[in-house]
């Protein structure tokens, strides 16, 4: 059988671990992003320097030399610069396998200019010239295992490209998928555990209504449940049970009632019913037709008055005064009238009785009450039944106990 109270945590949890999916995707791309932005920062410091500043006369050592100051020998990227022909100017650390030609860059002038440094001056006492740069364009290229960030700054002259090894933000970014994937089951668990424990805190006023209800007998109909402490939620459902439970314990109690009353209200005019028609075939011959009919009405009247007595039987039953009037009962003699009577049954029906009764089965018991519960087994033994069936009684003595058995066919 399901349980609501692990499909909800199931639910919950994997509620969470889609969450928890999309928010780790998220975070993951987001650091990607900001580790690649801040490379472009990087190479945007250095690139729009060379290319606000240098033209085909460019000094790449010197080039090279700012490159390992400003990144490390770690770090430094590598370094490409062509001019307006595609002839190649200087070059360093470039790996052969990268074609500048597949990383074109942008014609577009920048406005405004990059804000440059105040450069030193040149041998000759002058300032180097301010060139006008282009967009600065952004790649990424693979050389075998390797990821670079290319970028590409231009003037009017010359192209200058810068390529960083991305291994470090690479393995940044990996090391956190990891770490995600590892903790990803274990907050899964946790969730799934803490969303159990949450169902059933918020489950237990149905868990109380649920044991009210399994121990809820005929004796229990005044039972109400408490709503002070309730969740507002509960209100309802508390509110309903109760009112039941009083619509119950009306009805019961006006039902039980009226059996009483109507039982001990019939029984008295057939009791005179019954002594009339006991003196009237008293009166009767032997030989008058009319005492068939009597003995009929008798055994209908006897009949009648067994079922007023089966009634108030319940309505005691129900309300708690049964009183029981126990005494030592042997079985094995006490039920031979009843298997006579089970016998005159079965030929009625064209069905066959096997009896099995055991020696000195004694008991304690009402001898009235246990009459009642026998004879309605057998009764619905031959009722239920069909024609060439049969009926089985057995009575025997196991481990101290009285064991009475009534099958059929």
């Known amino acids: 059988m399901k349980s609501f109270r692990w499909r909800l945590a199931g639910i919950a949890a994997l509620t969470s671990g889609l969450v928890l999916l999309v928010f780790g995707s998220v975070v993951w791309g987001t650091l990607y992003r900001d580790r690649i932005r801040a490379v472009d920062e990087e190479l945007k410091a250095f690139g729009y320097l060379i290319a606000g500043r240098s033209g085909r006369n460019i000094d790449g050592r010197k080039v090279n030399e700012s490159l390992l100051r400003s990144f490390g020998p770690d770090q430094q990227p590598a370094l490409k610069i062509?001019?307006?022909?595609?002839?190649?100017?200087?070059?360093?650390?470039?790996?052969?396998?990268?074609?500048?030609?597949?990383?074109?860059?942008?014609?577009?002038?920048?406005d405004p200019q990059p804000v440059l440094p105040k450069p030193k001056k040149n041998a000759d006492g002058r300032l180097p010239p301010k060139r006008m740069q282009t967009e600065p364009a952004f790649y990424n290229g693979r050389v075998a295992n390797k990821t670079f960030r290319i970028a590409a700054f231009s003037n009017e002259q010359i192209v200058v490209y810068l390529a960083s090894d991305l291994q470090e933000v690479q393995g940044e970014v990996r090391r956190l998928g990891l770490a995600f994937a590892i903790a990803f089951p274990g907050a899964l668990l946790i969730i799934a555990m803490g969303s159990a424990l949450l169902a059933r805190k918020a489950l237990r006023p149905i868990d109380i209504l649920s044991r009210r209800m399994e121990t809820l007998s005929v004796r229990g109909l005044d039972q109400r449940l408490e709503m002070a402490a309730a969740d507002r939620e509960f209100t309802r459902i508390i509110t309903a049970f109760n009112e039941m439970m009083a619509r119950l314990e009306k009805s019961f109690t006006q039902a039980n009632r009226f059996s009483a009353d109507a039982s001990h209200e019939l029984k008295t005019p057939l009791a005179v019913l019954q002594g009339t028609i006991e003196r009237a075939r008293v009166e009767c011959g032997e030989s008058d037709p009319a005492q068939a009919r009597l003995a009929e009405m008798q055994l209908e009247v006897s009949g009648l008055v067994q079922i007023l007595e089966g009634l108030l039987l319940l309505s005691r039953a129900d309300a708690g005064k049964l009183q029981l009037t126990q005494t030592a009962v042997r079985l094995d003699e006490w039920v031979k009238p009843l298997m006579e009577d089970l016998e005159l049954m079965c030929d009625s029906k064209d069905i066959v009785a096997d009896t099995l009764i055991g020696t000195s089965v004694e008991v304690d018991a009402d001898p009235v009450l246990l009459q009642q519960v026998l004879m309605n087994l057998l009764t619905n033994a031959v009722k239920y039944n069909h024609a060439g069936g049969h009926v089985v009684f057995t009575l025997s003595r196991e481990e101290g106990h009285a064991v009475i058995s009534v099958r059929n066919s």
Request: charged fraction near 20%; hydrophobic fraction near 40%; aromatic fraction near 14%.
């Open 82 to 110: 062509i001019d307006g022909q595609k002839s190649v100017l200087h070059e360093s650390f470039w790996p052969v396998e990268l074609n500048f030609v597949d990383f074109p860059h942008r014609g577009t002038v920048m």
